[in-house]
């Protein structure tokens, strides 16, 4: 059988997410493009994971919980886990270690919190596009004490791709998996690694069509394969 899925979405929270992605526009996108199972990657933080798996659990789309984080080489590090607790753990140790340069909105845009509703609830100080004073190797470790996994996000980026920061993929990192944004793009580099592609949706319009999926049983079979 096949899942259909997306796993790199921002939502509103986001610096660089447009403002129609509340919970709600989210999750009934996905469900109208045909997804099973959707990913809201916020940089830095989960603040918004809440809402999202609330909405979704009415229309029996599966959430996995997870964000994007900045490691202090500059290089994106998609985090997902199976429990929401864990997930926020390591969201609030990362945005507590954010350098303490404060949002400002006239040029980044706000960094709302949502409930099930889309009503604003709240939104955070600190800028979230920055780095975190957290190593690769470091968040690997903390990811994989709180039962999660780390997927280097889309490494064909000269920036914030792992490839294009480090010039290479370090195999004692250990990564199973790497996101790809772009299906055309080859690099020797990826020979041994699986290949997630995902949309980096910063717009409703962004969010993948069902052409991405992974051959599984079911949810926990989809979960297994990404050995979560």
Do not use: W
């Amino acid at each position: 059988m096949k899942f259909f899925y997306d796993l790199h979405i921002h939502s509103d929270l986001s610096p660089c997410g447009e403002k129609e992605m509340t919970p709600n526009n989210i999750v009934n996108m996905a469900k109208l493009k045909g997804l099973d199972i959707i990913a809201v990657t916020d940089h830095n933080t989960t603040a918004n994971h809440p809402a999202i798996q609330r909405v979704a659990s009415y229309s029996g789309m599966h959430v996995i919980p997870g964000l994007e984080i900045t490691s202090k080489e500059d290089v994106h590090l998609l985090a997902y886990f199976r429990q929401f607790s864990d997930a926020r753990i390591i969201g609030d140790i990362i945005y507590a270690n954010l350098p303490d340069i404060k949002n400002n909105t006239r040029i980044f845009g706000e960094q709302n919190i949502y409930d099930e509703n889309d009503h604003v609830i709240g939104s955070l100080d600190k800028l979230l596009i920055n780095a975190t004073t957290f190593s690769i190797a470091e968040i690997i470790q903390m990811v994989k004490d709180r039962n999660g996994i780390v997927i280097p996000a889309h490494v064909e980026k000269k920036a914030y791709g792992i490839i294009g920061v480090l010039g290479f993929i370090p195999p004692d990192y250990g990564f199973r998996y790497v996101e790809v944004h772009n299906r055309l793009y080859a690099n020797k580099f990826l020979d041994s690694y699986k290949k997630v592609f995902s949309s980096d949706a910063h717009r409703l319009s962004d969010i993948s069509e069902p052409v991405n999926y992974l051959e599984c049983n079911g949810y926990e079979d989809f979960l297994q394969q990404l050995k979560l």
